[in-house]
């Protein structure tokens, strides 16, 4: 891809400088009037006089009228780098001050999503080489706005951490948050108003339903992903009964190589597994391969009304790059009663879950950030029992709805976009809605939230409205809801709501860029994983 020139871009931001006043603006400003681009990055900043002079700092030369778009951008990453880290460094000081556990564990929250939002980054400013380079691979443009839009949420989820707090400390820590996530925001528009490329279908998949490998695994991956446990090379066991190295799962996790670049493969025997499991991000391309759904379980009962955060509930969560699991439930038993009870939290970008269960009552899935495919799962729940702000698409799986407490609705999505530039959201696709409770299919949990259901069965239990409100008019001008060819008794449209985000009837073209090969850039990591799923829309 060029690069539009930089006489386009003084046209298109003209307006910018024309709705600032010469008279208002400081010297650094002054300096920078003649680069639309700049003062863009540093818009809505508190003290942007002081962000005007940081980014300066790590422009190529002194002379910000030259400076390219591309150059920008990097120097607005390295920008928004550094001040993310001064972030991270004055979080240990709010340790001391916190007066309860919770806030304890949403301070520990918040320093390992602030270092979630260190690594998007500091992979996205890697990823610049390529695109500076003159690359046209559009998976590096999908990584790095993908990254950046994970790294855009995680400050949301840390001062989230608060709710059922004094809130005394949520005010100092959200004031350190402010000017990172104002960055990261100015960040991602820019990027996306510089690198928007229109989607070029590849040639070489011929049938739309094909079976495809990732491109980070090894080519025995595919024998890994087909074959019996008791038919392939697995590099430790974990056994209940002894049979194994490992009796519990978290021991052989721990002693994984850290930022293994080859897949480390850990079978799971049949059996209940009472754990909590929490594989960090240094813990990249773990495979988990079990027993089958119902055989191998892995369960806990962590939830918000015993003092956790719903970050921190997960009976398993995975950040680290490239998880495969297979044949697993995971499960929490803590019931709708406590409310908030995570099963399975996935931060792990480029993760694929395939013929696993996850099973739970209020916040069931935990799609927090980044890339996820979903093949042949069952997904149970009662409130927003699929939540989240990943980019996420679930083909095959089955939903399931449980009963929820006395005059609570059953709402299966929560998705939680923020930021119209993030390219994430759910794509519900092939897939069936069990609902025996009325149920509605999901309500917007962020203002710019976004989901689908594609070539769906939906039961009668399915709400004629389909949908539901967050309160009151919140975000229903602003959401991107949408069915597309679903089917059942659930599925008709003629009662559906009529807010002005909701897309009753999609057409083949936009249900496609909700695709695996397009939504999530399937094709550049998912090809083929031993599982045959559709790239594209199915007949």
Known sequence: METPNFVTFLLIFSPLITLVSTQTLSHNEKQTMENPLILQVCSNIQDRNACLSNLKSFLDNNSPVDQKPDSILKAALKATLNETNLAMQKFTKFTSL????????????????????????????????????????????GNLKSWLSAALSNQDTCLEGFEGTSRHLETFIKGSLTQ???????????????????????????????????KWMSKGDKQLLLASPNGMHVDVVVALDGSGRYRSIIEAVNDTPNYSIRRYVIYVKRGLYKENIDMKKKKTNIMLIGDGIGATVITGDRNFMQGWTTFRTATVAVSGR??????????????????????????????????CSMEGYQDTLYAHSLRQFYRECSIYGTIDFIFGNGAAVLQNCKIYTREPLPLQKVTITAQGRKSPNQNTGFSIQDSFVYATKPTYLGRPWKEYSRTVFMNTYMSSMVQPRGWLEWYGNFALSTLWYGEYRNYGPGASLSGRVKWPGYHMAMDASTADSFTVRRFIDGVSWLPATGVTFSAGLSN
């Open 98 to 141: 916190s007066s309860s556990s919770r806030e304890q564990i949403a301070i520990e929250d918040c320093k390992e999503l602030l270092d979630f939002s260190v690594s998007e980054l500091t992979w996205s400013l890697a990823e610049m080489k390529e695109i500076r380079g003159g690359s046209q691979n559009p998976q590096y443009q």
């Open 180 to 214: 990172v996530t104002q960055l990261i925001s100015n960040v991602l528009a820019l990027y996306t108003q510089l690198h928007t490329l229109p989607f070029k279908p590849s040639t070489n998949y011929g049938d739309k339903t094909n079976t495809f490998f990732p």
């Open 322 to 355: 490239g998880f495969i699991a297979r044949d697993i439930t995971f499960r929490n038993t803590a019931g709708p009663q406590s409310h908030q009870g995570v099963a399975l939290r996935v931060d792990s970008d480029q993760s694929a879950f395939y013929r």
